[in-house]
Nanobody
Framework: QVQLVESGGGLVQAGGSLRLSCAVAASFHSFNVMGWYRQAPGKQRELVASFTSGGSTKYADFVKGRFTFSRDNAKNTMYLQMNSLKPEDTAVYYC?????????????WGQGTQVTVSS
């Protein structure tokens, strides 16, 4: 089991910024896909940003131009820089790391960190 530990959530006013961090207890080379998801109350978990081992970064339309995924391979840590936050960005944010093996993806999740954006 791979442990992912998140930090950096909190309460911020609309228009503000936060940076989430996710420390992964394994080398990034172990994973095929890494990324961030979020889940708002009463809604399904949704993808925010993903990074593949091939070097491709993708963002959900609702965060394009505002959020940035980055990683520090030496520290086995990934980040989500969130700017121009909106009240609708309020959710629990989860980091994810996935391994593709024998036709299936094996997913590992952080514990989640709450982000609350006030209007």
């Amino acid at each position: 089991q791979v442990q992912l530990v998140e930090s950096g959530g909190g309460l911020v006013q609309a228009g503000g910024s936060l940076r989430l961090s996710c420390a992964v207890a394994a080398s990034f080379h172990s994973f095929n896909v890494m990324g961030w998801y979020r889940q708002a109350p009463g809604k399904q978990r949704e993808l925010v940003a993903s990074f593949t081992s091939g070097g491709s970064t993708k963002y959900a339309d609702f965060v394009k131009g505002r959020f940035t995924f980055s990683r520090d391979n030496a520290k086995n840590t990934m980040y989500l820089q969130m700017n121009s936050l909106k009240p609708e960005d309020t959710a629990v944010y989860y980091c994810n790391a996935a391994q593709y093996y024998s036709g299936d993806y094996y997913n590992y999740w952080g514990q989640g960190t709450q982000v609350t954006v006030s209007s």
